[in-house]
């Protein structure tokens, strides 16, 4: 079961986000086409899967693209993201400082 699946981390991330689920792998699209700005902004290197977080102006806070390994790795990441805690700096030196 994929960990964003896992009843502790959907309740928090259903709470606190807006989820969008979007799948370009099998989209091809010419360089004249303005949706691939938008792919290229959001996703430059084609990593699966990528959890972009915006804010309430539509503006990209952060970003994870390693794929989430745990639920308590799930937590973390929504308590960097609703915390502000990227206003700091980014979630490796987050997740670094709470381990101690």
């Given at each position: 079961?994929?960990?964003?699946?896992?009843?502790?981390?959907s309740?928090?991330?259903i709470?606190?986000y807006?989820?969008v689920?979007a799948?370009?792998?099998e989209?091809?699209?010419?360089?004249?086409?303005?949706r691939?700005?938008?792919i290229?902004?959001h996703?430059?290197?084609?990593?699966?899967?990528?959890?972009?977080?915006?804010d309430?102006q539509?503006?990209?806070?952060t970003?994870?693209?390693?794929?989430?390994?745990?639920?308590?790795?799930?937590?973390l990441?929504?308590r960097?993201?609703?915390g502000k805690h990227?206003?700091?700096?980014?979630?490796?030196?987050?997740?670094?400082a709470?381990?101690?």
């Amino acid at each position: 079961m994929s960990v964003l699946r896992k009843p502790e981390v959907s309740a928090r991330y259903i709470r606190n986000y807006v989820g969008v689920h979007a799948d370009f792998s099998e989209l091809e699209l010419d360089d004249n086409d303005p949706r691939h700005d938008m792919i290229k902004r959001h996703n430059p290197k084609r990593w699966r899967p990528v959890l972009v977080f915006l804010d309430s102006q539509g503006k990209e806070v952060t970003r994870f693209t390693a794929g989430l390994k745990s639920v308590d790795e799930a937590l973390l990441l929504d308590r960097f993201v609703s915390g502000k805690h990227y206003q700091k700096g980014d979630f490796a030196a987050f997740r670094k400082a709470q381990k101690g």
